[in-house]
């Protein structure tokens, strides 16, 4: 056996299967919220812990109010983050305000973490006036410019090229941030995952690729997705740092994501995480997880809950009590509440909003078919609803020439 050129060569074949590597679980917490031993903590104030748990609860709450609104025909479609509130807050917590997140589509506690107020969630929940996609979007697909949180797209695993693209131009301007992806393990199934961590790899750009490993790609579990050790070992064949966590375990999370921001924006290089998690909620309102997935599994996880494991820590530390929750769950159920009414009563965009935004001046094309769907509400406004201007315009007029 000899080497040349860094690579070692043998004169006999010699097979690798890649069970010799195993990628390890970072951990720093156990489930009742003590420290693991020779475990070094993050340092984490209690005005930032603080608000990194009511970001957790808040989004906890969020999804409990709106599952029960859309159970009751208040809402069309809702996706829940519980169980997964770590993977995601605490991804967040550990970044810049002005980092770039282009998430997947139950990423709300990113959002509730940066600042985005319950009003802002509802209106776009409810497609009103308010929304800041003007009514065009599902619900759950948020987006703000100002939180540089990226408008959430349907298709599983666009993002991520995009996410790398947003990266290349973030080490153009040099201004010191990043952009952080996130995405399931079954988006990385996608041909677009391979593209972006290549092109990534290649380019050198500051973009931290964050897999919730949550077992399911709706229904289908993670055995019959792929064979190997799970999605962290992938980075190896892009040569790419890479680091699997406790998805569940937020000192973890924030921990090695602040790591990867360091690695990241002081090397112009690209990162790899993959949080392990479990979606303890239906993949959507549409979902019954019954049929694919047994309650004792439900339950075993029930017992690694993250909200209540960051609880039990705060607990700990003297910054949380029993009260404290009390009146923080009671005070998010309220706001929750009192906001989805508001976003009920608020009227249904402007019918001229539905062309604007992608051209300067909207083509003669979209024009006439504003103009066949204006008449075609004139014609059963009965099917429509009132309030917004120009779907009134439209059936006043339709009554005139009655």
Known sequence: MSTTNKATIVHTPSFMDGDEFRVPVFKLLKQDGTAYKNAKLPDLDRNKALRIYRAMLFTRVLDERMLAAQRQGRLSFYMQCTGEEASIVGSTAALEDEDMIMAQYREQGALAYRGFGVDEFMNQLFGNDHDYGKGRQMPVH??????????????????????????????????????????????????DFHAALNMA????????????????????????????????????????????????????????????????VENNKPVLIEAMTYRLAAHSSSDDPSGYRSKKEEENWRDKD?????????????????????????????????????????????????????????????????????????????????????????????????
């Open 306 to 402: 993250p909200v209540r494991r960051m609880r039990l820590w705060l607990e700990s530390k003297g910054w949380w009590s029993e009260d404290e929750e009390k009146q923080e769950q009671e005070t998010c159920r309220r706001e929750v509440l009192e906001a989805m009414k508001r976003a009920e009563k608020r009227l249904p965009p402007d019918l001229e909003t539905l062309i604007t935004d992608v051209y300067e001046t909207p083509t003669p094309q979209l024009v006439e078919q504003l103009e066949q769907l204006k008449a075609h509400i004139r014609k059963y406004p009965e099917a429509y609803p009132k309030g917004a201007k120009s779907l009134d315009a439209a059936v006043k007029e339709g009554d005139e020439n009655a």
């Open 201 to 264: 790899s290649v380019h050198q750009v500051p973009v931290i690729f964050l897999c919730r490993n949550n077992g399911y790609a709706i229904s289908t579990p993670a055995h019959e997705q792929f064979s190997a050790d799970g999605i962290a070992p992938r980075a190896f064949g892009y040569h790419m740092k890479v680091i699997r966590v406790d998805g569940n375990d937020i000192l973890a999370v924030y921990q090695a994501t602040a790591k990867a921001r360091e690695w990241a």
């Open 142 to 191: 948020y987006g703000s410019k100002k939180l540089y949180y990226m408008t959430i797209s349907s298709p599983l695993a666009t993002q991520i090229p995009q996410a790398t693209g947003y990266a290349y131009g973030q080490k153009m301007a040099g201004q010191g941030h990043c952009t952080v992806t996130i995405f399931g393990e079954g988006a990385a199934s996608e041909g």
